[in-house]
């Protein structure tokens, strides 16, 4: 029996669903709000300010405000979403937390809706400040209650089908964000107050997030662990100390588990490195316009869906290593085309296609391979340092792509710069004993395919 009383049974239809379509809630803040529409909202409304906004008596260029404010976010979950994954695994609180941190993230989101020009109490300067501190709470917030999402896995699906639960429910997320971007686009052609539109548009992002976050998750998803004996305990303290014995753990008891981290950085780093710079490419090597580019965002969040649905079968078939292998395959040929083919708006969405494909099913396999290698009673702990492998490090891409095109002056000849990241991550993924890795986590390799 639960904490709240349930009975907890592991492949149960009704929760394997409700878990997946919290990838359906919250995926509407990152397509709607981090992807499309408050990076440009911020900048315009810092432009439009008499006075700008200031850091420590400097004044801060408009175009640098939200990437500041996606960094300080990132930094903010590197510390803190480890420490938060050990107390959920010690306490009984992992359900609690992830619908503490995805209803704060949701309110958040839904506030930013109040943030215009001349805001009363803070005018425009200040509309800039407390839109980009919104964001902040809200981002950390969304990677927090991911890591515990993500921990969910490995206790409600069995061995064999998390290959498919994990990729139906990036499918789900690429399908509920793609919708909500859909309505949005539509509020923005017809609504003559363009400001309002995004304003709204924002805010849906967040009441999308809460609504479906209470409809499923909340009602589904049955907290596991007994709640432990934590008298005299301080959870921080305790938390403290458990990232140290899990970094030791990491070294010394889990080695391989530990590769397939470190090649799950290298390569997602050039995957998410690619996502960041392809709108700023299209519009300054083929000059696509905005609006093209939006369609081109909403066009992937499509075909993402079936994406991540085939290389769930792909795993099948193959082992999720080996799907995950081919897809870096197929990224490699992605930054390739770019760099000797790509010339035109239609050659640009048939990549955009091809990369669709593989967007979702090389990151869903990865989810759910390092939920095979990660010891019962510790998921949390370990998918905050894996959540902390895919946002904490994001640089090194981003950074190579940037000193490449400082040292051409060419972003074409950046973008093959990338090729580096998934054929080094496939050299090291290539190198992960799966097996050994599942056996030496305690776990039981029987059903998966390797």
């Known amino acids: 029996m639960t904490a709240t009383g349930e009975t907890a049974v592991i492949n149960d239809k009704r929760e394997l669903f409700g878990w997946m379509m919290y990838d359906w809630a919250n995926s509407a803040f990152s397509t709607t709000v981090v992807t499309s529409l408050l990076g440009p909202y911020i900048q315009a409304l810092a432009e439009a300010s008499t006075e700008p906004l200031r850091l420590f008596g400097t004044a801060i260029e408009p175009g640098a405000i939200y990437p500041a404010a996606v960094s300080l976010s990132v930094v903010l979950q590197v510390f803190f979403l480890p ?35 001349d805001m ?54 690429y399908l509920g964000g793609g919708l909500l971007l859909l309505i949005n686009l539509v509020m923005l052609l017809v609504m003559e107050d363009t400001t309002l ?59 391989v588990t530990l590769r397939y981290l470190i090649a799950y950085l290298v390569y997602n780093d050039g995957i998410q ?24 965002v909403l066009m992937i969040q499509f075909i993402a869906f079936g994406g991540a649905l085939l290389f769930g079968k792909l795993a099948e078939r193959l082992g999720a290593k080996r799907a995950i292998m081919l897809s870096l395959v197929i990224w490699s040929a992605i930054v390739i085309y770019a760099y000797f083919f790509l010339v035109n708006t239609v050659q640009l969405f048939v990549m955009g296609a091809v990369l669709a494909l593989v967007l979702g099913g090389s990151q869903a396999l990865s989810r759910s391979l390092f939920s095979q290698m990660i010891p019962p009673d510790h998921e949390a702990e370990y998918f905050g340092f894996y959540e902390i492998s895919e946002r904490g490090t994001s640089w090194l891409g981003t950074a190579a792509f940037a000193l490449a095109v400082q040292l051409t002056g060419s972003q074409r000849v950046a973008i093959i710069s990338l090729i580096i990241f998934f054929i080094v991550g496939m050299v090291l993924l290539g190198m992960v004993d799966v097996r050994r890795a599942i056996v030496e986590a305690g776990n039981d390799p029987e059903g998966v395919v390797l």
């Open 83 to 117: 420490l938060l994954g050990t107390i959920a695994d010690y306490t009984a609180l992992k359900k609690r937390m992830l619908l503490t941190f995805a209803y704060i993230g949701a309110f958040a989101t839904i506030l930013l809706f109040f943030v215009k020009a």
């Open 120 to 173: 009363a109490l803070f005018g425009t300067s200040g509309a800039v400040l407390v839109g980009s501190l919104l964001f902040i709470i809200a981002n950390l917030c969304f990677g927090a209650a991911i890591v515990f999402y993500n921990s969910f896995l490995p206790q409600i699906a069995t061995p064999d089908r998390r290959d498919e639960v994990s990729s139906k429910g990036w499918a789900l997320g």
């Open 197 to 255: 539109a995004v304003r709204l548009s924002l805010a849906s992002a967040g009441v999308w997030w809460l609504v479906f976050t209470y409809l499923y998750p909340q009602r589904t998803l049955i907290q596991r662990h007994p709640n432990r004996d934590r008298q005299g305990v301080n959870l921080f303290t305790h938390g403290v100390k458990q990232i140290r014995n899990t970094l030791s753990e990491l070294i010394h008891e889990y080695p």
């Open 273 to 296: 490195t690619v996502i960041v710079v392809a709108a700023a490419f299209a519009v300054s090597e083929l000059g696509v316009e905005a609006q093209t580019v939006l369609l081109l």
